[in-house]
């Protein structure tokens, strides 16, 4: 850190060499330059810039002189001193900067007065002004102000914020108008590696020798480890100084991070490194105002403790202030929303409707909850709505707007708003990433854009522009420390990040395991949303962050002001994110965990690791996380598959599509279930590899038939279950030998149909995989956690009963009988239930979804029931009372179904319980079948009305020949009616019967 008199010193300098105020950064590093060399080995170099030839290049010796007078002192030089010094400058015995400062240094009198007030107000000027203060016409303006400065003025009285508040903008600032640096790259001009200075225009100067900084190549691997590489080795590019060319050439830090563009294209090879190292004053960041805020308090008193807390509320809309000017925010929906969630989503609408500018930057969430007082002196409470100006304007509360179509069965508002001005916030550091074609359809680059040598600092925002398909090894900001907070990506194609496991990014099970690296490490915010392609990304989250990122101090009334929310986001591309999350982090209140990966048929997975490597979770770290309720995951529209590897709690929500969550949370599996076929291995015995054969071969081959004989034109099916969940019944190929002859089936033949049952079926694809073995062998493998060796059943069928003989043999090699332990195959016991406790919130949405639920001991996932939410499959469900460690949750609050309880097994309802019933077919009329059965069979089995009053409750009815597959039916009725309406929301097959009790109901 400079000292003050240094500081002062060059404030001095500037005033008499320039006539203006320091700008900060010029002044720091001046200053930290006189500490370390001396003023007299400065000076000259301070005196020498672009700056000064701009100014004053063009003057005589005499005009030179005299322009240092006035702009110390507002007059020219006596003759005698204008003789002096020009004799001086013309013999060469000093420079135009030592005679600044000597002049300044013997000023007397009325000057001193001068020069005194001059330095105050110049130093004023650039402590308020801070890195706004930059750039040719800031310098020019900057000038102007301190030229109206003399002995005379009263310093004390300038309006030095209103002078600061007119400085130029830089245009230098503008990301579309910046320096761009290009890498040489492989694909353009192979073997152009080492280290290079940066020139002025952004092109590369002089090839130097790598020293040995800042060596910043590191290779992400398991988690929480890094493990160095040799920049030095093959394809290695570093480019240094950057901002030097033009500091040189303006005589002060001319530039900032952000006016820099690096181009990386046409790259070929996941070796090559590129690195662009800043000076540190270059890194700089601006500060701005921002998230002013409204909140709305709004209740109907009438109907607060129900399911409509704004009830009839005849509020459409807001009317406010933004920097002095009213805004109106109304709609119909805004009118006809009756629950908070449904207000949010109308004004989350209108405001993108809006064409007003004042509410560009405007956004839109639920806050914390309030209370009121209704008419019979009852507190009740509701969710504010809480308005978020981006932009920092001035916001003023004012009053609501009404619609003519209010409700006459009556209302009681209760409506406040109140706001909270805007705070300061501090910018990133930030530059800008150019990317075409990185890769050539493969694994790139890694870019490290940092701070030289020994820095400090780094670049906390990269905005990233991609095009023609991108894929980075890694993308960095690193120097002993990671810096890298912010990840803007535009662009379209695809952008890959992380080393390649074919045509997608290594997941986490690879990743975990010590297989390839990955991609971001320590990045707070991901922001592809405005991407025009594909997205797959690995990530990393240390405890580092903790301290980074975290405010541990904080004393906010509202502990989640301080927040810091890691956020990943992608747009409508079939995206991958994988994000391994230090436990430690997520255990803070000061953490959210946000992915959103858009519509698409995304795959998304994150895993909460120990970074102790232990096999046991910290139950401290568990508990933690179980309070905050910090992760959420959503993936929008389209097929998506969510695992929530390792300990901690998800909230969870796949939206429209055929989505399948893991949320079984052993971490990652070290061994699976696995059932060997027609090898030599005893049934129930370990696997060996070693296959059946038709005749005896060498190596112990057992001469066991591998061809069967069928019937001419009979069908031989197979059909496979697994946990309750069958797959149709799949045709087993024949082949026809002659005429008149029976058709015949080969071992092979099986394997193929089996095949397709297992891994062509919607439910069954997600729990195994069938694979071919070795020889004529069939292998099917566990996708999931627990012990399931008795669960698989393989069974066969066929339409002639002479072919039951052969079908028998058949039979002997691949039927499995679940539930009773009879198997034909060998077996590798090697699934376990989880070792890690997770309560995982899932809202599947519509569509055919798979959702495999926890096996840990502890573990109790709830399924959120959301509209009509389709066919939904369900493993590993868990029913039980609360004596149940791992009991499972259904939740129906979104049917009305509150704190619900288990009632009766028929079809007489009550508020607020959920009925389970078999079907019958005596219930209904003689054409009902489970197959057809709908809300209007539902409804003449309970009859014409219910009990008088408010009935919301949940039948489930289930299949009498498939056990655990229910229909689910939600009833309605108003307050004070008997009337009601039935709609049949979806399908629930839990593979087995459930047993619920009031435990597994929210």
Excluded at 71 to 77: C, I, V
Aim: charged letters at 20%; a negative charge.
């Amino acid at each position: 850190m400079a000292t003050q008199a240094s500081l002062d010193l060059v404030q001095k300098l500037y005033v008499a060499y320039y006539g203006r105020p320091a700008d900060a950064a010029g002044q720091t590093y001046w200053a930290e330059q006189i500490d370390s060399k001396g003023a007299d080995a400065v000076i000259n170099d301070f005196g020498n810039s672009a700056e000064y030839e701009a100014r004053f290049g063009d003057l005589s010796n005499e005009e030179l002189v005299n322009n240092l007078y006035q702009q110390l002192f507002g007059r020219d030089a006596e003759q005698a001193g204008l003789d002096y010094y020009v004799g001086e400058l013309e013999a060469g015995d000093t420079t135009l900067a030592a005679i600044a400062l000597e002049v300044l240094n013997g000023a007397q009198n009325e000057d001193a007065d001068a020069v005194n007030n001059k330095v105050e107000a110049a130093q004023a000027f650039t402590d308020a002004a801070g890195s706004d203060y930059a750039g040719d016409d800031a310098a020019d303006y900057a000038a102007d102000f301190l030229s109206d400065v003399d002995a005379d003025t009263d310093v004390s009285s300038l309006d030095i914020d209103g002078a600061v508040a007119d400085i130029p903008a830089d245009d230098g600032g503008d990301t579309g108008n910046t320096t761009g640096i290009d890498f040489v790259t492989s694909g353009s001009n192979a073997g152009q590696f080492g280290v290079y200075q940066a020139d002025a225009d952004g092109s590369l100067g002089e090839q130097g020798e790598f020293d040995g900084s800042p060596g910043a190549a590191f290779v992400r691997s398991s988690m929480g480890n890094s493990d160095v590489t040799d920049f030095e080795g093959n394809g290695a590019q570093q480019v240094v100084n950057i901002g030097k060319a033009e500091w040189d050439a303006a005589g002060q830090v001319a530039t900032s991070s952000k006016d820099y563009t690096f181009n990386v294209s046409n790259q070929i090879g996941a070796d090559e490194i590129y690195e662009g190292l800043f000076l540190s004053p270059v890194l700089t960041a601006e500060d701005r105002t921002a998230n002013s805020q409204l909140f709305i308090d709004l209740l109907d008193l009438r109907t607060a403790d129900t399911a409509r807390p704004l009830g009839d509320l005849p509020v459409n809309g807001f009317r406010f202030t933004v920097d002095g000017e009213q805004v109106v925010l109304q709609s119909e929906d805004i009118f006809n929303a009756e629950t908070y969630p449904q207000l949010l989503t109308a004004v989350q609408d209108a405001l993108a409707a809006s064409d007003d500018p004042l509410l560009a930057g405007f956004e839109a969430s639920l806050g914390g909850e309030f209370q009121a007082t209704d008419d019979n002196g009852k507190t009740v409470s509701g969710t504010t709505l809480v308005l978020t100006d981006k932009n920092g304007g001035v916001i003023e509360e004012g009053n609501f707007t009404y619609s003519e179509d209010a409700s006459a069965g009556g209302f009681t508002l209760y409506g406040e708003q109140s706001i909270e001005a805007p705070q300061n916030i501090q910018e990133l550091i930030e530059t800008n990433l150019d990317l075409d074609n990185v890769g050539y359809g493969s694994q790139g680059a890694t870019v490290n854009l940092v701070g030289q040598s020994e820095s400090d600092k780094g670049v906390e925002q990269i905005n990233v522009d991609s095009e023609n398909g991108s894929w980075l090894t890694r993308l960095e900001s690193h120097s002993g420390q990671d810096f890298l907070k912010e990840v803007n990506l535009s662009g379209d194609g695809y952008f890959k990040v992380g080393s390649q496991d074919g045509d997608t990014v290594h997941g986490l099970e690879s990743l975990q395991a010590g297989e390839g690296n990955f991609g971001l490490v320590d990045v707070q915010d991901f922001n592809g949303g405005d991407f025009g392609g594909e997205i797959k990304l690995s990530g990393l989250i240390t405890e580092e962050v903790i301290e980074r990122d975290l405010n541990a101090t904080d004393d906010a009334v509202d502990p989640k002001d301080d927040n810091a929310t890691f956020n990943y986001t992608t747009a409508a591309g079939d995206d991958q994110i994988s994000l391994a999350i230090d436990s430690d982090v997520l255990a803070r209140e000061d953490v959210n965990l946000v992915i959103d990966s858009g519509a698409g048929n995304d795959v998304v997975e994150t895993l909460v690791y120990d970074d102790a490597q232990n096999d046991d979770y910290d139950i401290n770290d568990l508990t933690d996380q179980q309070l905050n309720a910090n992760h959420t995951i959503s993936t929008g529209a389209g097929d998506d598959v969510v695992r929530t590897w390792g300990q901690g709690d998800a909230v969870i929500g796949t939206g429209t599509g055929d989505d399948v969550v893991y949320a079984d949370n052993s971490g990652l599996m070290t061994g699976r279930d696995r059932w060997e076929f027609n090898s030599t291995a005893a049934a129930g015995a370990l696997p060996n590899g070693q296959s059946n054969s038709d005749v005896d071969l060498s190596g112990g081959a057992n001469g066991v038939g591998q061809t069967f004989g069928v019937e001419n034109d009979a069908t031989v099916q197979v059909q496979v279950t697994f946990k309750g969940h069958q797959s149709v019944w799949i045709d087993v190929p024949t082949t026809r030998t002659a005429d008149n002859q029976d058709d015949e089936i080969s071992t092979l033949q099986v394997n193929q149909a089996i095949k397709d049952a297992v891994n062509n079926d919607h439910v069954l694809a997600n729990l195994l995989e069938a694979t071919d073995g070795d020889g004529n062998i069939l292998d099917i493998t566990s996708l999931i956690d627990g012990n399931n060796l008795d669960e698989l059943n393989v069974a066969f069928r066929d339409s002639n009963a002479d072919t039951s003989a052969d079908l028998s043999e058949i039979e002997a090699i691949y039927a499995e009988e679940a539930g009773n332990g009879a198997t034909a195959a060998a077996q590798n016991v090697g699934g376990v239930d989880s070792a890690a406790e997770s309560d995982n919130t899932i809202a599947a949405g519509e569509g055919n979804d798979v959702v495999v639920l926890g096996t840990g001991a502890d573990s109790n996932d709830t399924l959120v029931l959301q509209d009509n939410f389709g066919s939904d499959d369900i493993v590993n469900f868990t029913s039980g009372d609360d004596t149940v460690a791992n009991r499972d949750i259904l939740d129906f609050t979104s049917y009305g179904v509150n704190n619900g309880t288990v009632g009766s097994n028929d079809y007489d309802v009550a508020n607020d319980e959920v009925n389970v019933v078999t079907f019958a077919a005596s219930d209904f009329d003689a054409d009902t079948n489970f197959g057809n059965l709908n809300a209007d069979d539902i409804r003449d089995a309970i009859g014409s009305t219910v009990d008088n009053g408010r009935v919301d409750s949940i039948i489930m009815v289930e299949h009498a020949n498939n056990a655990g597959q229910y229909k689910v039916f939600d009833l309605n009725s108003a307050n004070n009616s008997t009337d009601y309406t039935v709609d049949l929301v979806g399908t629930l097959d839990f593979g087995e019967s459930q047993a619920l009790a009031d435990a597994n109901i929210a």
